[in-house]
Nanobody
Framework: QVQLVESGGGLVQAGGSLRLSCVASTRTFNKNTMGWFRQAPGKEREFVAA????????YYADFVQGRFFVSRDNAKNTVYLQMMNLKPEDTAVYYC??????????????????WGQGTQVTVSS
């Protein structure tokens, strides 16, 4: 079982930046693909970004448009989501997720096995 704890959310003005962090309680973190998803009120959970355990290969949603950057620090069992030039439409609960060990990178939330509780990001106009 992998436990994930997100932090770093908050209220920011449009154009501002936030960095989300997610700490994973697993000894196999360096072999887990990690992902970030978000869910706005009344909407389905959607893919934001993912980073593989293989050579730090990463995927991004189209709406990111170069504003977000996903990274990981295996020594700290932590994955980050750096978000810049935030827009009001980025307002959502952001979730960290992990696939089981050695699974490949994916954009599908159904492929992720472990989820954090989420952290609220609110962008004011």
């Amino acid at each position: 079982q992998v436990q994930l704890v997100e932090s770093g959310g908050g209220l920011v003005q449009a154009g501002g930046s936030l960095r989300l962090s997610c700490v994973a309680s697993t000894r196999t973190f360096n072999k887990n693909t990690m992902g970030w998803f978000r869910q706005a009120p009344g909407k389905e959970r959607e893919f934001v970004a993912a980073i593989s355990w293989v050579a730090d290969n990463s995927y991004y949603a189209d709406f990111v448009q170069g504003r977000f950057f996903v990274s990981r620090d295996n020594a700290k069992n932590t994955v980050y989501l750096q978000m810049m030039n935030l827009k009001p439409e980025d307002t959502a609960v952001y979730y960290c997720a992990a696939r089981k060990m050695l699974e490949t990178i994916s954009r599908s939330p159904q492929k992720f096995d472990y989820w954090g509780q989420g952290t609220q990001v609110t962008v004011s106009s």
